[in-house]
């Protein structure tokens, strides 16, 4: 909460988002390893919003969630006209929706704060999540539906699932892609590139 200048003191940050992700964005611009811990940390931080979302959503939460949920579809049937920088944030948008749904000051101080963090590990993962598995796509727009029904028909038990699931998915694929990038990368080193 508190973000110090050298020579200028301690101050407070103007937003919760600087203090959490600039020094994560930094950690994980030079770790990729780290990739893989975020995605840990969403798996736990997103099924838990999901979950409180479809317990505790009103009218307004819904319908809030009805609009993120529609932009984020328009992003998957323009397939072609949308940038993974769109998408992204349109995915964030969708899951920042379903934290405030949760009633839960926490979780949706820690989203809000990791929410520029969250559109750039959205936009990194599906560029790689695309070009290795052709299903992807239609996965992901499924996976999106199901955990906004799931929440909006207050099926707190199936949101979570259906979110842990979804980023489970997104785990499994992206390992695909680091070891077909390690075995690239052996492949070219034995050609003596």
Do not use: W
């Amino acid at each position: 909460m508190l973000v110090s200048r050298q020579g200028g003191g301690n101050y407070v940050a103007e937003s919760m988002g600087s203090t959490f992700s600039d020094p994560l964005l930094q950690l994980l611009e030079n770790n990729p390893e780290v990739e893989r811990d975020l995605l840990e940390f969403r798996h736990t931080l997103e099924a838990s919003c999901a979950y409180y979302a479809a317990m505790r959503a009103t009218d307004v939460d819904r319908a809030r969630l009805k609009a993120a949920f529609d932009t984020l579809q328009d992003c998957y049937t323009r397939v072609d006209e949308v940038s993974r920088a769109e998408e992204g944030a349109a995915d964030a948008s969708f899951h920042l929706a379903i934290a405030e749904a949760s009633h839960n000051a926490v979780l949706l101080h820690t989203i809000r704060g990791l929410f520029d963090l969250l559109k750039r590990n959205v936009v990194t993962n599906i560029g790689g999540m695309y070009k290795q598995r052709s299903e992807t796509r239609d996965m992901l727009i499924a996976q999106h539906r199901d955990l906004y029904l799931a929440i909006v028909e207050g099926r707190a038990h199936d949101a979570r699932e259906v979110s842990s699931r979804h980023i489970l998915y997104v785990q499994e694929v992206l390992e695909e892609v680091r070891q077909e990038v390690q075995r690239v990368a052996r492949a070219e080193r034995r050609n003596g590139r």
